[in-house]
């Protein structure tokens, strides 16, 4: 169901050359390399072609599945990361509208719920709150 939609945006979407992956000055050149030789070029579109959709879910590009599934692999890794404020990605690639509402209805109602409270007690004072009038 999602695989060809995250299949599109991992070949045709993350195609960045490698003088854009980092703010100069910022590393060394060495370190720069190392770290974005196996993310970008020439050598991570291979190994990209290569994926199919248990690969894309064994080596952690989607966490995707069952809403309990989902639920579970997100809560394990809110709290092996220590996360406050998740962000996530309900619509990618090629994926239509349709999907994309099911996919976001699915979500709401079926696995944000379950993560809401996973830091009872912590105050959030990074959270939006308005502008002041």
């Known amino acids: 169901l999602y695989f060809p939609h995250v299949h599109y945006f991992y070949q045709k979407c993350l195609n960045v050359w490698e003088g854009f992956a ?5 590393r060394t050149l060495k370190t720069m390399q190392a770290g974005i030789k196996p ?7 291979k190994i990209r072609q290569s994926l199919d959709w248990g690969k894309y879910l064994e080596q952690g590009y989607v ?14 890794c809110i709290t092996s990361l220590r996360v406050g404020h998740l962000m996530v990605l ?3 690639g ?15 109602k079926e696995v944000m719920p379950y993560l809401r409270d ?3 007690g912590y105050k959030d ?6 502008s002041a009038r």
């Open 118 to 120: 996973l830091w009872p």
């Open 125 to 130: 004072r990074w959270w939006p709150t308005g």
């Open 22 to 26: 980092e703010a100069p000055g910022y």
């Open 63 to 76: 966490i995707a599945g069952s809403p309990k599934t989902v639920r579970e692999q997100l809560a394990e």
């Open 39 to 45: 993310q970008v070029g020439a050598q991570a579109r």
């Open 94 to 108: 090629s994926m239509p509208k349709d999907l994309t509402l099911r996919n976001t209805e699915l979500f709401a």
């Open 90 to 92: 309900l619509q990618i």
